[in-house]
C-alpha cells in the first residue's frame, strides 16, 4: 500500500494505492493516523479509487484508523471505491461503520456538516 496525503481545509485526504494487506500496511497507516492526530489532524478521508484489493487484516487497519480518529474526535470518511471493494464493505456490513461516497468531492462536503 502507498499513501499519499493532500489537505482540503480542515480534512486530510490520504489517496490509497495498491492492496492493503496488514504487516507493514499497519504500521504505516496507524503511523499516519496518530502522526495527524498528533498534528491536531483528526478529519481523514481515504481516497481509494487506486486500492486494487482489501483482505481482512486490511479492513481492520481501517477500522483502527477510524476508531482512533473517533477517539480524538474526529471522522474517517471513504471515497471512490470500486466495485469489488465496495462488495467487500457491503458483505462485512463494514458499510454500516463507515460513511462511504462515490466522489472524492461529494464527501469533502458531507465534512461541513
Known sequence: MNIKQNTHGDVVVLALSGKIMGGPDH???????????????????????????VNSTGLGILVSGFHTL?????????????????????????????????????ALASFAD
Open 70 to 106: 473517533k477517539k480524538n474526535g474526529g471522522r474517517l470518511k471513504i471515497c471512490s471505491v470500486s466495485d469489488r471493494i465496495d462488495n467487500i464493505l457491503n458483505v462485512t456490513q463494514l458499510k454500516l461503520v463507515f460513511d462511504t461516497y462515490a466522489t472524492c468531492e461529494e
Open 27 to 53: 504500521e504505516r497507516f496507524l503511523g499516519e493516523i496518530k502522526a495527524l492526530v498528533a498534528d491536531g489532524h483528526v478529519d481523514v478521508l481515504l481516497d481509494m479509487s487506486k486500492v486494487t484489493w
